[in-house]
């Protein structure tokens, strides 16, 4: 599995990004390309902040999806967006691609941090699974908008 932490696979990204237009349209879900941008920034955030999250979480659902998070094997299409993650408006193409390009740069620049905290849904992840887990959700919306 490719890593957002390694160089080629980061540029590679960042074009594929660059290859989106306000007019790219899914070949699956309800996400428009905006509200995709939206959504992708969250999971960024989420590893950049490094916060500690409340210890509630389900360990039956951590246990049984985590690896699949990194794996090899690609996302299903159609997963259930968190509610968290959910655009409840349309987005601007221009502003948020403008902020999930330095999000995704911002996470590479942290490609030698060490010290990451734990997922809040699949607990803790390594600093290679970490970077696993933020290509693998990248490119499961990038090939929902073909690119």
């Known amino acids: 599995m490719n890593s957002i932490f390694d160089e080629a696979t980061y540029k590679e990204v960042v074009e594929r990004f660059n290859q989106l237009s306000p007019d790219s349209t899914g070949l699956w879900g309800k996400m428009s390309v905006g509200q995709m941008l939206w959504h992708c ?65 911002e996470l590479y620049n942290l490609r030698d941090r060490k010290d990451w905290n734990a997922h809040p849904v699949f607990g803790d992840f390594t600093p290679e699974q970490w970077g696993k887990l933020e290509y693998k959700h990248l490119d499961h919306h990038l090939r929902q908008f073909g690119v």
């Open 41 to 105: 920034q969250i999971f960024i955030k989420t590893a950049i902040k490094n916060k500690k999250y409340d210890k509630r979480r389900n360990p039956i659902i951590g246990w049984f999806f985590k690896k699949s998070m990194y794996n090899d094997r690609p996302w299903r299409k159609s997963l259930p967006t968190p509610p968290i993650a959910r655009a409840k408006e349309e987005k601007d193409f221009e502003v948020e691609h403008k902020k999930l390009q330095e999000l995704v740069k």
